[in-house]
């Protein structure tokens, strides 16, 4: 689904991602992790067609985000670490403004909505404004309006942000379903490493714009005992070991 080859992107002197090669297959969730400025960012830009590559392709779903942009932004949704909305449409307006503008036929566009509004238990407040609506209720619209048109693709960027426990908890199974049973592709950059650890088919560790370790969690941890570091029981233990052998620090 994803097929990125020697993906360079430079800011005048400064190099945000260096020669990156990633494939990820069909049905995936995939973790993207690294601490801040490791250039996470920077590489979903390039996924979702906001920023241009330096060097090097990104392919997704068979097209070049470079040259058949309007392709992959059609197969596939992409959810920002910040939900926005527009203040003075209502829930269920926004649904359908989202849905008109991947022109989804009203019948099937009708029958979306209603599922999201179901699956994201927005029944409560689809009908009132935005303005009103706290991050956590952004959160779940935005997340539901990314679902509509059934991507092939998710690219989502801190999902867990502002939802509570319950609204968390809905969120990983529906995105395990979406992976497992309607085989899209989850491409998720996340803090949060218990998420990653309980989500992910795969992890792939950036720091200072390369990949240092990609695989499953038990792939990541072979890979310490290799380099001679005990093998650690947590992702967190991991990532701190990985990242800060690259030269950064603790933080993420």
């Given at each position: ?13 400064k190099i945000a991602v ?104 927005l029944e409560s407040f ?109 992702l967190e233990d991991l ?14």
């Amino acid at each position: 689904m994803i097929d990125i080859r020697n993906l360079t992107k430079r800011y005048g002197e400064k190099i945000a991602v260096r020669d990156l090669s990633l494939t990820l297959r069909e049905g995936e969730i995939f973790a993207f992790l690294g601490p801040n400025g490791a250039g996470k960012t920077t590489t979903i830009k390039i996924i979702t067609g906001l920023v241009k590559p330096t060097s090097g392709t990104a392919i997704v779903g068979g097209h070049d985000i470079a040259t058949d942009g309007l392709a992959v932004k059609a197969l596939m949704s992409y959810v920002p670490d910040e939900p926005y909305l527009y203040d003075k449409l209502t829930a269920r307006e926004f649904l359908r403004m989202i849905g008109d503008l991947y022109r989804m036929p009203p019948e099937r566009l009708t029958d979306r909505i209603a599922k999201m509004i179901k699956a994201f238990e927005l029944e409560s407040f689809v009908d009132d404004l935005c303005e009103s609506f706290s991050h956590g209720m952004k959160q779940r619209v935005v997340i539901a309006s990314a679902l509509l048109h059934e991507p092939r693709l998710l690219v989502i960027d801190e999902p867990m942000v502002g939802l509570d426990p319950k609204s968390a908890r809905t969120l990983k199974d529906l995105l395990g379903r979406l992976a497992r049973e309607d085989r899209v592709t989850i491409f998720m950059s996340t803090h949060t490493l218990s998420v990653a650890e309980e989500l992910a088919d795969r992890i792939g560790i950036l720091s200072k714009g390369q990949l240092v370790a990609l695989g499953t969690l038990e792939e990541l941890r072979a890979l310490q005992q290799k380099r001679g570091v005990p093998g650690h029981q947590r992702l967190e233990d991991l990532f701190l070991d990985l990242t800060e052998a690259n030269g950064n620090g603790s933080g993420a």
